[in-house]
Structure formats: structure tokens, C-alpha cells
Nanobody, 128 residues
Framework: QVQLVESGGGLVQAGVSLILSCAAS????????LGWFRQAPGHEREFVAA????????YYADSLKGRFAISRDNAKNTVYLQMNSLKPEDTAVYYC?????????????????????WGQGTQVTVSS
């Protein structure tokens, strides 16, 4: 069982950077691959980024590659999402998720159904 708690969201102006954190409980954090998703009102939950259990491979939504960065610190049981040059269209609730799968490849991590555990989400609002 893994419990995930996101933090770091808020109201920011367009163009700034923000770092989201997701703290996980459990002693087996390093065995989980982790992902970030977001959901805007009226839209489906959308894949943002993922990092595998080893931490050496990352995956990004094509539209966010180069602007967002995912990382993890297994010593702190935490996964991060660095978001740069934020735009109003980045406004959404951001969720972190964990999967015990050790599947290899982008297709293993882009779908919400691939994940076993979810956090409660943190709101990010970007004003123009």
C-alpha cells in the first residue's frame, strides 16, 4: 500500500516556474514507477510525465517536453514536477500516481489505468 500526498500548487502568473512535490508513504517507494497527471474542468485526466522505478528513464507528454521535468528522490520518498514558463492552459488539478509495474516503454505509463495508487491532487492556477 502506498499513500501519496501532493503539495506545491497555487495561483501563479503566466511565465513563472513552480515545483510540485508528491510525498509517499511506505518503505518500498523505490520499487514504484511514478507519474504526474493533470485534469482541467470538463477535460479527461491527461498524462504529464513519468519516471521509472530506477529513476533513470523519464517520459513526457509531447506537448510538455522541454518545459516540464520529473525527478525523484528515493531517500526522501518524494517525486517532483518542475514546471517552467507556465501558461494559462496549464491550469488544472495535478495528481501524482504510483505503479508497481516494471514495464519498459512510454506506453506503460501514459494511461491512468496503469497506476495503482493516486494522490488527492493539488490545484495549479495560472493567470494571464
Amino acid at each position: 500500500q502506498v499513500q501519496l500526498v501532493e503539495s506545491g500548487g497555487g495561483l501563479v502568473q503566466a511565465g513563472v516556474s513552480l515545483i510540485l512535490s508528491c510525498a509517499a508513504s511506505g518503505r518500498t517507494f523505490s520499487q514504484y514507477s511514478l507519474g504526474w497527471f493533470r485534469q482541467a474542468p470538463g477535460h479527461e485526466r491527461e498524462f504529464v510525465a513519468a519516471i521509472n522505478w530506477i529513476g533513470g528513464t523519464t517520459y513526457y507528454a509531447d506537448s510538455l517536453k522541454g518545459r516540464f521535468a520529473i525527478s525523484r528522490d528515493n531517500a526522501k520518498n518524494t517525486v517532483y514536477l518542475q514546471m517552467n514558463s507556465l501558461k494559462p492552459e496549464d491550469t488544472a488539478v495535478y495528481y501524482c500516481a504510483a505503479t508497481s509495474s516494471h514495464c519498459v516503454g512510454y506506453g506503460c505509463y501514459r494511461g491512468p489505468s496503469e497506476y495503482d495508487y493516486w494522490g488527492q491532487g493539488t490545484q495549479v492556477t495560472v493567470s494571464s
